[in-house]
């Protein structure tokens, strides 16, 4: 990418990234080091033409969190109800995000870490 003069790369990120995890501090140093690295890559390369961004799902619906799916689960309800989109996402809810960040839409957009999570960091 850095020859070209152009690129576009997105990590995967995750809301740890911006609060403290419970019950899973491995995942949460993972993803806490994702949100950095591409900080750092984005400071690196943006110069040179590469940007570098991630998303960060929220809660989402997949085989990862089917325990937390179970709506007799009483996480489940917790954890809607802060939703203020009132539903989980699923992999749909990535594809505009990513879209824009792989477009020339974002060619001014650098090391960002972007919440696609229904609004639960605002509430």
């Known amino acids: 990418m850095l020859p070209k003069g152009y690129g576009k790369i997105v990590t995967i990120a995750s ?3 911006f609060f403290g995890g419970q019950t899973v501090p491995a995942y ?3 993803k806490g080091g994702i949100a950095q690295m591409t900080k750092e890559m984005s400071n ?3 110069g040179g033409g590469s940007n570098v961004n991630s998303l960060a799902p929220g809660y989402m619906a997949t ?3 089917e325990a937390l799916l179970d ?3 009483p996480r489940y309800a917790q954890i809607t109800e802060r939703i203020p989109v009132h539903r989980w996402g699923d ?3 990535m594809k505009g995000p ?4 792989c477009s020339h839409a974002s060619d001014y957009l650098g090391g960002a870490i972007i919440p696609v999570d ?3 960091l605002v509430k």
């Open 118 to 120: 229904g609004g639960y």
């Open 71 to 73: 709506k007799s689960n």
């Open 91 to 93: 992999g749909n809810d």
């Open 28 to 30: 949460s140093a993972a």
């Open 98 to 101: 990513c879209l824009f960040l």
């Open 15 to 17: 809301m740890v990234s």
């Open 44 to 46: 690196d390369w943006i």
């Open 63 to 65: 085989e990862m969190n």
